[in-house]
């Protein structure tokens, strides 16, 4: 299993993705408690806090080192603010895919930041990486990630009825996918 590099130097039209940083883990989790709903549709089982954060972020290297996971922040052309997360996992190699996975902070959404942080990170997964697949799963009724993926060319491929238990209940996984051209 190959590691994971951090990609260096990933913007394009005033977004960026750099490494998570430790100063990072406050805005993290108060996007949580800006948005009740954020854990839920993204498939959490619980809300972060900051202290969780931290640990999340510590164990980045490891996991980066042992191919599985890529977590990046969202930021702008300074680098500095924290506006949200897109992350590569559920990578298997042999079959050349992954998953990527992506959440704003309230106040950067709806201004066309998610769909180029994704993007970028996409891209990058085709090109550095050699993948041939990435997938995005979400909930059928999350029409704003639905949205945001077909609108960078994934196609919808069906729902998976019952998939996950999140949060104690049973609900149906939306699968999206958009192969390497």
């Given amino acids: 299993m190959p590691s994971l590099p951090v990609p260096e130097g990933l913007s394009r039209d005033g977004v960026a993705l750099r490494r998570?940083?430790?100063?990072?883990?406050?805005?993290?989790?108060q996007?949580?408690?800006?948005?009740?709903?954020?854990?839920?549709?993204?498939?959490?089982?619980?809300?972060?806090?900051?202290?969780?954060?931290?640990r999340f972020?510590?164990?980045?290297?490891g996991?980066?080192?042992r191919g599985e996971f890529l977590g990046?922040?969202?930021?702008?052309?300074?680098?500095?603010?924290?506006?949200?997360h897109v992350m590569l996992h559920t990578l298997a190699w042999r079959h050349k895919r992954a998953e990527v996975g992506y959440w704003l902070v309230p106040a950067a959404r709806g201004h066309g930041v998610g769909g180029k942080a994704v993007s970028l990170l996409v891209d990058w997964a085709f090109e550095?990486?050699?993948?041939?697949?990435?997938e995005i799963t979400t909930t059928p009724d999350n029409?704003?990630?639905?949205?945001?993926?077909?609108?960078?060319?994934?196609?919808?491929?069906?729902?998976?009825?019952?998939?996950?238990?999140?949060?104690?209940?049973?609900?149906?996984?939306?699968?999206?996918?958009?192969?390497?051209?």
């Fill in 20 to 29: 998570l940083r430790a100063r990072d883990a406050g805005a993290f989790a």
């Fill in 31 to 54: 996007a949580f408690r800006e948005d009740p709903e954020l854990g839920i549709v993204i498939g959490a089982e619980e809300d972060p806090t900051e202290n969780g954060v931290r």
């Fill in 57 to 61: 972020i510590a164990r980045q290297p």
């Fill in 63 to 65: 996991l980066r080192a």
């Fill in 72 to 84: 990046l922040a969202v930021t702008d052309e300074t680098k500095r603010p924290f506006l949200g």
């Fill in 128 to 134: 550095q990486l050699e993948l041939e697949r990435i």
């Fill in 143 to 181: 029409g704003a990630a639905r949205a945001l993926a077909t609108s960078l060319g994934f196609v919808e491929e069906g729902v998976m009825i019952g998939r996950n238990l999140e949060r104690g209940r049973r609900v149906d996984v939306m699968l999206l996918a958009r192969l390497r051209k």
